[in-house]
């Protein structure tokens, strides 16, 4: 997506889809790229104070992007991953943070 298209999306609060927290003032509707028909939120800012990491990184069969779950501080429970290094040119082009929308 270029930069002009960008700067056409809204962006837009995001919650947790547990317990409702706040997670990030700036998320931008997107689709998982490995399956279009998983919605998401993606972020070009880290959600600090309302996320962690958890886990190790990993990769997925479609891709060797190094991968990492982060988490709802307030319920606990997994809510995204991080973009850690991104190795497809694809990925390269998108934000870092993406939070899901449904478990």
Known sequence: MSTSNFKNK???QVNCIYC???LCMRGMKAVLL?????ELFSTDVPPNR????VASCYSTESCKCKLRDIACLKCGNVVGYHVVLASCLIIRKVQPFH???EV
């Open 20 to 22: 409702d927290s706040l």
């Open 99 to 101: 939070i899901l929308t």
């Open 10 to 12: 809204c962006v837009t």
């Open 50 to 53: 309302a996320v962690d990491f």
């Open 34 to 38: 490995a399956d279009t028909e998983i």
